[in-house]
């Protein structure tokens, strides 16, 4: 995991008093109030909290998938709040990748067709020696020329990390990845997403509900009422667990 070096780390994304709220009057929910966070460059931050904590929400707005009521956000130097749709599009495409609950494979497409095909659809060739590199970091040089459904459910999410990992994107978002697979093949896409930071410097942002999938990152924040109420570094599943029970549905220390 990332050693402290007392040099400040990169920033890969950024978020200063984002609100993001639905409805108006008494209707209104507030799902992220006056969140600032910042995502180091070539790190694994897990992000968590109960049901209704705003844990998607903000990683729907940090992507780039969903707009905020007020404050501003950045990926990289640039920031998307306010940018035009076509130009947020064309960001989101050469510089986010995206994992999914849902595999989101082609079933006519072999692997390897699966894994460069964000990048044929973009007109760009595959970089040759990163994309050996990113097959061989999720180890899935002998399935490439197998189709979805000839391939187990851990292969397929290793598929999906593989495609995200392709276009070499500035980070990564994860929605709960691991949600569909037994703890088996969870454990090996989670090996494989530590890999892409520690071998790869890949920066990756997952939301998960799962202490021992949080345990896999380097830091993981927690969120309650739309608000970030605690930040780990270096946890484990036993520390991740226990702070969990520390907090009530309402982010209150119990």
């Known amino acids: 995991m ?61 992507a780039g998938l969903d707009t905020v009521t007020s404050g501003r956000i950045w990926v990289g130097e640039t920031e998307i709040t306010g940018l035009k749709d076509k130009k947020l599009t064309r960001l989101r495409r050469d510089r986010i990748g995206f994992i999914f609950q849902a595999f989101n494979l082609l079933p006519t497409l072999n692997a390897l067709e699966n894994i460069t095909l964000p990048m044929d659809i ?50 990564i978002f994860g929605d709960e990845p691991t949600g569909n697979l037994d703890s088996r093949a969870g454990a090996e896409v989670l090996g494989f997403l530590r890999r892409s930071v520690d071998d790869l410097g890949q920066t990756i942002v997952m939301v998960t509900h799962d202490p021992v999938a949080a345990a896999h990152a380097d830091r993981v924040l927690y969120l309650a009422d739309g608000r970030v109420v605690d930040d780990m570094a270096n946890p484990t599943a036993e520390l991740v667990l226990d702070r969990m029970r520390r907090f009530d549905a309402r982010g209150r220390v119990s």
């Open 2 to 62: 990332a050693a402290a070096t007392g040099v400040r780390a990169a920033v890969a994304a950024r978020a200063e008093g984002i609100v993001k709220a639905y409805g108006a009057g008494e209707t209104r929910v507030v799902a992220l109030d006056r969140v600032s966070i910042e995502i180091g460059s070539g790190a694994f931050t897990a992000i968590m909290g109960p049901s209704g904590s705003g844990k998607s929400t903000l990683m729907h707005c940090l």
């Open 122 to 171: 973009a007109g760009r060739k595959p970089e040759k020696e990163w994309l050996e590199r990113v097959i061989a970091t999720v180890g899935l040089a002998d399935r490439l020329k197998h189709r979805p459904a000839q391939l187990s459910g851990g292969q397929q999410q290793r598929v999906a990390v593989a495609r995200a990992l392709a276009a070499r994107p500035a980070i």
